[in-house]
């Protein structure tokens, strides 16, 4: 018989910055202006286009966000600098990306009500990694004092959390290991492009952790995964060209596009009725009906996303009760938003009942867990 496995708990850091709508358009415009002026004869002449504005009723129909947490709030809205200021740190200190991953990894171990000595494996799930080597989590496995285990980095853009939790599942299964914490520390501020009207308020920074344990072990609260469901299709709708080459071709160094970019209106098009179809494969693989789904935890991109996906998965309109929403605070902080809804809306759930974590983005990639409340 297959090991039964169980997500126990889910921790969460929130970074002490958020930036609104308001402060956020008031910091492009004045910098559009800026570039206008300094652009006159270019714009009066038609060679250059001019630097529309953008609003905070843009931002919110567009996409449903109000604010996002930052790491770095003064420089994003220097209108001379425009990006987070984080300073390096010494090689003997821990990194930015492991503090981060450590603060929620701990406030999920003390949920859970486990030690780190009960946990086999780390790993770091998230869109970006500060560094090539040595990996975020054998830094995070040191800091949090793991004697044994081991751990690894791995990069699914959006669908790194729903990756990894499929990729800790199949380790408890196999034997590999008997607990896993999943650490999801993103710093998406870091390749956000905030001179873009179109992209400069999608993204904010979080960490979000997830301890997933062998049922043997688990201390009877958390969630029993049910399935799991991984799906990648080759776009360069989103993406970003950041990278170690980037030295290598002199002459591409400072484009925008080693930054996030996107074709939002194709990202749409295509990955709704992508992620619709997968959701809607998996319950019939489990054979159980959409309405046996009590609540829908879902990437939090794009608020029309994700009513739309949920209509379709469900038959009908869902509620924020339903279909929880917290990128009006925290933004896209892709890896972690699911994550984040799961965290703050769960506990009302009865046991037996059933929700379903969804992610999707770059790549494409899109992941499905479905989960009952034990």
Known sequence: MQKSVVLSATGLWTPPHSISNDELVHSFNTWADQWNAAHADEIASGAVEPKPHSSAAFIEKASGIKARYVLSKEPILDPDIM????????????????????????????????????????????????????????????????????????????????????????????????????????????????????????????????????????????????????????????????????????????????????????????????????????????????????RLWLHQANLSMNQLIAKRVMGRDMDETEAPVILDEYANTSSAGSVIAFHKHNADLQSGDLGLLCSFGAGYSAGSVVLRKR
Not at 91 to 97: I, K, Q, T
């Open 83 to 294: 990006a987070p200021r984080i300073p390096e740190r010494p090689d003997e200190d821990l990194s930015v990306m492991a503090e981060m991953a450590v603060k929620a990894a701990t406030d999920a171990l003390e949920r859970a009500g486990r030690d780190v000595a009960d946990v086999d494996a780390v790993l770091v799930a998230a869109s970006n990694m500060q560094r090539a080597y040595p990996a975020i989590s054998i830094e995070v496995q040191d800091a949090l004092g793991m004697k044994d285990g081991f751990g690894y980095d791995m990069n699914v853009a959006c669908s790194s959390a729903t990756f990894g939790l499929g990729t800790a599942q199949s380790m408890i299964v196999s034997g590999q290991a008997s607990s896993v914490l999943i650490c999801n520390p993103e710093i998406c501020s870091g390749h956000l492009n905030f001179r873009d009207r179109d992209s400069h308020f999608i993204f904010g920074d979080v960490a979000t952790a997830i301890l997933v344990e062998d049922a043997d072990r688990a201390n009877g609260a958390g969630y029993d995964i049910v399935g799991t469901k991984l799906k990648t299709r080759f776009s360069s709708n989103i993406r970003n060209n950041f990278g170690f080459l980037n030295r290598a071709a002199p002459e591409g160094i400072g484009k925008d596009d080693k930054l996030f970019v996107q074709e939002g209106r194709k990202v749409f098009r295509e990955v709704v009725p992508m992620v619709s179809a997968m959701i809607g494969e998996h319950l019939a693989e489990l054979n159980l009906a959409p309405q046996q789904i009590k």
